[in-house]
T-cell receptor
Framework: DSGVTQTPKHLITATGQRVTLRCSPR?????VYWYQQSLDQGLQFLIQ???????AKGNILERFSAQQFPDLHSELNLSSLELGDSALYFC?????????????FGEGSWLTVV | GESVGLHLPTLSVQEGDNSIINCAYS??????FIWYKQESGKGPQFIID?????DKRQGQRVTVLLNKTVKHLSLQIAATQPGDSAVYFC??????????FGQGTELSVKP
């Protein structure tokens, strides 16, 4: 158990809908990351937050957004969902936000768009 | 580079043998590297890390070797067990906390 908690574990929704994925980082970790894993793209970095502020942005679509709250939990919002958004979405956390900090992953949220 | 492709390299070993999984990274400025193990349906699990000022680091049954000259990383697993069967990813860190993942190698351990 990495200490990173994600909910829901599984989610099935229709195209055009909006979903919210939730993440609680490891106790004491200030930085949260979101990754997408699909069969044809592997593990892709989406976005990073550090202590409530956006720190780095990766291949995140404009239909997707995230935030980190004062209690350090984070949410990833996915809207206008398309079939191609079906993937595993991972949250990860680290103590600090810079290079050299071990990043621990949660178990992921399986999103299926039908 | 960025993780691409769905056809993972595979490595099949006999239980008890040593395994060596290789990884080429893309950015010579990367200063931190991590190996992760991912079992089916689970999140990547941290195995071992190494900083760019080191060539070798050992953990429990695992060793990571870093060759910066050729931008190559390897993970050695001693006395491989069936529970080691998984996909193994190397990841490089060169922009703050952002990790760039390799495509992964599927390790299969035959009993």
């Amino acid at each position: 158990d990495s200490g990173v908690t994600q909910t829901p574990k599984h989610l099935i929704t229709a195209t055009g809908q909006r979903v919210t994925l939730r993440c609680s980082p490891r106790s004491g970790d200030l930085s949260v990351y979101w990754y997408q894993q699909s069969l044809d793209q592997g593990l892709q970095f989406l976005i990073q937050y550090y202590n409530g502020e956006e720190r780095a942005k990766g291949n995140i679509l404009e239909r997707f957004s995230a935030q980190q709250f004062p209690d350090l939990h984070s949410e990833l919002n996915l809207s206008s969902l398309e079939l191609g958004d079906s993937a595993l979405y991972f949250c990860a956390s680290s103590a600090q936000g810079g290079s050299g900090n071990t990043i621990y992953f949660g178990e992921g949220s399986w999103l299926t768009v039908v | 580079g960025e993780s691409v492709g769905l056809h993972l390299p595979t490595l099949s070993v006999q239980e008890g043998d040593n395994s060596i999984i290789n990884c080429a990274y893309s950015n010579s400025a990367s200063d931190y590297f991590i190996w992760y193990k991912q079992e089916s349906g689970k999140g990547p699990q941290f195995i071992i890390d190494i900083r760019s000022n080191m060539d070798k680091r050992q953990g429990q049954r695992v060793t990571v070797l870093l060759n910066k000259t050729v931008k190559h990383l390897s993970l050695q697993i001693a006395a491989t067990q069936p529970g080691d069967s998984a996909v193994y990813f190397c990841a490089e860190n060169n922009q703050g906390g952002k990790l760039i993942f390799g495509q992964g190698t599927e390790l299969s351990v035959k009993p």
